[in-house]
């Protein structure tokens, strides 16, 4: 008999487990425990209560459920007692030697499909895989990082699969429920689970805590009559029952949407501490990382013509994905073979910011009209210009065309405080040597100004002149948040993009990667592109930009 098992769950997993609405929205900050104290417990009871039934996890993509959602929640099932090729199965059907029942309805293919011992499956849906909620009937929803989940897709694909048929389990109330989960959204089209909080019901969620403790009561009086040796009340076990009813009842109508912010665990971290973050954070992080505000694109920031929908793009290669047959640790190994937008036989763009703190490399291809922001890398204290450049030349190790087009400007000379004795345009380009690059460096001149850089990158991303910047989303989450929250100020010189939060000291809600660095280094890859471009053997400089 196999030993019990004690595991620890904080209040706002307590909360969403006992309120066990058919619908929950848990909106929350980094390390408040989405995956292993939401998402694994909402799996564990479905796949448990309802036996041989077929469930979903959906992911904006199978390379974030590969890196992200799978490893976390298959991590806390191991710590459940669960393992993997014994109580379950994952991208093959189980062997018959495993005594495993069937699904009531089998999946056609199960190379995308999580099988469990007592007969129950759950699909990993991925949005960049066109059709993969098709011809599904299902019984629940998990859905991760709702914020970057296309809602159109989910609701004409993805919601009608697990609507209308009650099956077997129609009785259940948490048949056919959703559990989403994400952060606070930054922009309109991620914000599209928020409309759950105007359905949320308080008075009926009051309703449900309050049957839950009446039935702890209840369940704690028959506990301590029989403990005394008193044959408890009949009617206590009737009570029990009607009650029981009653909450199925209630859950199986609710909708419960709830935001945690960093209030939400006062007693713990004490209101010294809600004082010290509001007098030292930039009042924007101090909305969003603390009290879980929402927030969008600045309508005055410096890049407030950027947009999601237009800009944003996904590119995994899927097939490379599938051959590591969910071998977590080999995808988590990054590499240019999980992308399907690097020109392989092209020279890649780079442009860097320095920093004593943080240094970044953001990189780019032309592809035609458009200038594709293929990913960027940054480090951070200890790790220099050196360690940024071999982190790049890691991840694009299987490139063919080994040519670095370096994009630099009057910061990168004459500069060496995040080197010893030389500047940062030598470092860089003996690094990348050293590892077997050939670099074209070419020189920009002094930073532009603030007001023509926004006018110029402005301009882009309206469509009217120059490069039109694209960004793959996966690869540049730092780069793209930091972006979006960047906004201006008024000076003695005029308008200027506001980098004042540069200089504050690093905590854990206003993080170095989310500042204005990372974006110096886009702008300068973006005014090289478009002003210098490279032909092959050397650069044409533009002399205006049209």
Not at 343 to 350: D, F, G, K, S, V
Not at 488 to 502: H, I, L, V, W
């Amino acid at each position: 008999m196999s030993k019990r098992r004690e595991i620890y769950f904080n209040p706002p997993q307590q909360e969403v487990m006992f309120t066990g609405a058919k619908t929950t929205v848990f909106v929350g900050g980094r390390r408040l425990g989405k995956t292993h104290g939401v998402a694994a417990p909402f799996f564990l009871r479905n796949f448990q209560r309802m036996p041989r039934s077929s469930g979903a996890f959906i992911v904006p993509s199978y390379r974030h459920g590969l890196t992200n959602t799978l490893p976390g929640t298959l991590a806390a099932l191991d710590s459940f007692g669960y393992q993997r090729d014994v109580h379950y199965f994952i991208g093959r059907k189980p062997p018959k030697s495993a005594g495993f029942a069937d699904p009531y309805i089998q999946p056609a293919d199960y190379e995308h499909v999580i099988s469990m011992y007592n007969g129950s499956c759950a699909y990993i849906i991925s949005q960049d895989r066109p059709g993969t909620s098709n011809s599904l009937t299902l019984d629940y929803l998990i859905i991760d990082e709702a914020k970057f989940i296309n809602f159109d897709k989910l609701k004409d694909e993805t919601f009608p699969a697990n609507g209308g048929y009650r099956g077997h389990f129609g009785d259940r109330s948490y048949h056919h429920s959703v559990l989403i989960m994400s952060d606070m959204p930054t922009t309109k089209r991620g914000s599209w689970f928020l409309k759950y909080e105007k359905e949320c019901d308080p008075e009926l969620i009051a309703a449900i805590h309050g049957l839950i403790y009446e039935i702890w009561q209840i369940k704690n009086r028959i506990r301590n009559d029989i403990k005394q040796g008193i044959t408890p009340p009949g009617y206590l076990s009737t009570q029990l029952k009607t009650y029981y009813k009653r909450l199925a009842e209630f859950r199986s109508i609710a909708v419960y949407y709830k935001e945690f912010s960093s209030i939400e665990n006062l007693l713990v971290l004490g209101e010294n501490y809600i004082r010290e973050q509001k007098r030292n954070l930039p009042p924007l992080v101090f909305q969003t990382s603390i009290l879980c505000k929402k927030v969008g694109i600045l309508r005055d920031g410096f890049y407030n013509n950027l947009r999601e929908s237009i800009h944003y793009y996904t590119a995994n290669d899927n097939s490379y994905l599938d051959s590591l047959e969910y071998q977590f640790d080999k995808a988590q190994e990054e590499s240019c073979l999980q992308d399907t937008d690097l020109n392989t036989n092209q020279p890649i763009a780079i442009a860097m910011d320095y920093n004593a703190n943080i240094n970044w490399i953001v990189c780019a291809q032309k592809d035609g009209p458009a200038m594709r922001t293929l990913k960027s890398f940054y480090v951070k204290y200890e790790r220099k210009i050196r360690e940024c450049v071999q982190d790049f030349c890691r991840y694009y190790r299987y490139q063919k065309e080994k040519t670095i087009v370096y994009y630099y400007d009057s910061t990168a000379l004459n500069s060496n405080y995040a080197v010893n004795d030389e500047d940062f345009k030598t470092v860089v380009c003996l690094e990348f040597e050293k590892l077997g690059w050939t670099v074209e460096p070419i020189y920009i001149g002094p930073p532009m100004k603030h007001t023509e850089k926004w006018l110029m990158i402005s301009n882009g991303f309206k469509g009217q002149s120059g490069l039109t910047p694209l960004f793959n989303r996966e690869n540049n989450e730092a780069l793209l948040l930091a972006m979006e929250q960047t906004g201006t100020r008024t000076g003695a010189e005029g308008f200027k993009k506001d980098k004042s939060g540069e200089k504050l000291a690093e905590t854990e809600e206003d993080r170095l990667e989310f500042r204005t660095d990372g974006t110096d280094a886009w702008d300068t890859l973006y005014i090289g592109m478009n002003k210098f471009p490279y032909t092959g053997s050397g650069f044409s400089f533009v002399s205006s930009f049209v």
